[in-house]
């Protein structure tokens, strides 16, 4: 019988939770953590490619050891760390990792292929399944990285998403470098921020080709050339895989947040958690809602049956907000008042799964067999 496994990254450690899936009860799941006790995990992957069953990775931030890379095969049972850094800068970057913001596995024609975000902002793969990690010099020899700068959390290259047509088509995005795509598996980037405003540049130069403080993009289950994208303020939609861009978030009660998610199968549907303001970064009117678009963002439908009614001040961040790929789709959010949140029918009823947890990072669910 298939679970759901439901992984928690926080800032002290990682906590995992399963349940069958057809359980629909907070009851039917149990928790188990924290594994990496007292380290920051700041990214997860479920890698389910493997044919000896799926491996978790895990990007974890110890304070005193430093980033490192983990994996398990036996989900969570047993960790391995790679007796050397597996994500490391060669030394005439002259720079080093400061933490790991993404780990994505690669294409489902490439089994062993996994790649990883950092910050600083680059794009490393690894050809051995998140053992060792290469740095990806395309990306990282752009003649536009000289003029990125880091964003309020640092200049971490954040998503990593593989087209499922041709997994040598990627698009990353940076904060604040924006977004680029390769059709040619890293070796030359472009940006495709067309459209896309920089709200917190003077006016004429609102419109940059890179610079855009971009959140977090996803790619849509049924047209993999529309993507949306979620910046320092603006919910957009690209059509033409990021060539172009069109604002989607007028009806949102605000259009700043940080993370956006695609249905798993479902062409035009996807969800938002609306911040209140940069300056504000509580959820918006105080509420506590996620918002679903199901027509690409021509309008958007606020869901709250079963969160909470009273004023909340619990914001999500970028990679706290996922899917776990099942029919009907779950949906899962945690947030920085350490409370965890899942629907089991794609957002329309949800129930608390946990509370009291640390700081709440990244979310990610996966159907396991």
């Known amino acids: 019988m298939s679970d759901v496994l ?23 799941w149990e928790f188990d953590g924290p594994h990496f006790n007292a380290q920051a995990v700041y990214s997860v992957a479920l890698d389910t490619r493997p044919a000896s069953g799926p491996r978790i990775l895990v990007g ?33 970057t002259e720079v080093s990792l400061e933490r790991v913001w993404q780990l994505q596995p690669g294409g489902a024609d490439e ?14 793969r690894s050809e051995d399944g998140g053992v060792s990690f290469e740095l990806v010099r395309g990306l990282w020899d752009h003649p536009t990285r000289k003029d990125w700068v880091p964003g309020g ?35 030359s980037w472009e940006p495709c921020n067309r459209g896309v405003e920089a709200v917190f540049l003077p006016e004429p130069m609102r419109f940059p080709e890179y610079g855009q403080c971009v959140h977090k993009v996803a790619r849509d289950a049924e047209d993999p050339d529309r993507l949306y ?14 060539t172009n861009w069109t604002p989607i978030g007028g009806s949102l009660p605000s259009d700043f947040g940080f993370p956006v998610v695609s249905h798993p199968r479902r062409g035009g549907v996807a969800y938002v958690f609306p911040l209140n303001a940069d300056s504000d970064r509580v959820p918006a009117e105080r509420r506590c809602r996620v918002h679903r678009t199901d027509d690409a963002g021509a309008s958007w439908q606020e869901l709250g049956a079963g969160l909470p009614e009273s004023a909340h001040y619990g914001p999500v961040l970028r990679d706290a907000m996922c899917t776990d790929g099942a ?26 799964l946990a509370g009291h947890l640390p700081d709440v990072l990244c979310v990610r669910a996966a159907v396991v067999g």
């Open 6 to 28: 439901l992984a928690v990254g926080t800032r002290k450690g990682l906590f995992l939770a399963r349940r069958p899936v057809g359980g629909r009860r907070a009851a039917d």
């Open 60 to 92: 974890g931030d110890s304070s005193h050891w430093g980033p490192s890379v983990f994996h398990s095969d036996d989900l969570g049972s047993t960790w391995t760390e790679p007796p050397a850094p597996a994500v490391k800068f060669p030394q005439d």
């Open 111 to 124: 089994p062993d292929v996994v790649w990883a975000g950092t910050e600083p902002g680059a794009l490393f």
């Open 153 to 187: 959390g640092g200049l971490g290259l954040h998503t990593i998403l593989i087209d499922p047509r041709n997994a040598r088509r990627m698009t990353v995005a940076v904060s604040t470098g924006g977004a680029y795509r390769t059709g040619d598996a890293g070796e």
């Open 229 to 242: 994208l979620q910046n320092h303020w603006g919910v957009y939609r690209s059509d033409d895989e990021g």
């Open 327 to 352: 029919d009907p789709a779950g949906i899962y959010f945690g947030n920085r008042n350490g409370e965890v949140f899942a629907s089991p029918d794609e957002g329309e009823h949800w129930r608390q």
